[in-house]
């Protein structure tokens, strides 16, 4: 299994960053997704971290907020190749 298929199954193992994933199908600041998920803002600060790292999501600074969207090339990309793997 290469490593980067790995880290993607990796990352999206987690409820918290699967739900994550699901409100970013529209783009949202770590403010609103802390209050959408009910959890600690440094948790859900965290597990951007670790979706930004496996280059799922993008990060955009306006202003002082960061905006975070999906990065739909890498999850298709990561997707074809978990679906590769799978057949």
């Not at 783009?27 to 959890?39: I, S, T």
């Amino acid at each position: 299994m290469k490593k980067d298929l790995l880290t993607f199954t990796k990352t999206i193992g987690d409820s918290t960053r699967l739900m994550i994933l699901n409100h970013l199908k529209t783009e949202c600041c770590v403010g609103d997704l802390w209050k959408k998920l009910d959890r600690p803002q440094n948790l859900v600060s965290h597990h951007l971290k670790v979706l930004r790292d496996a280059k799922l999501i993008i990060p955009e600074k306006r202003g002082l907020k960061v905006v975070y969207r999906l990065d739909k090339d890498s999850l298709a990309k990561n997707l074809n190749q978990l679906d590769k793997y799978l057949q």
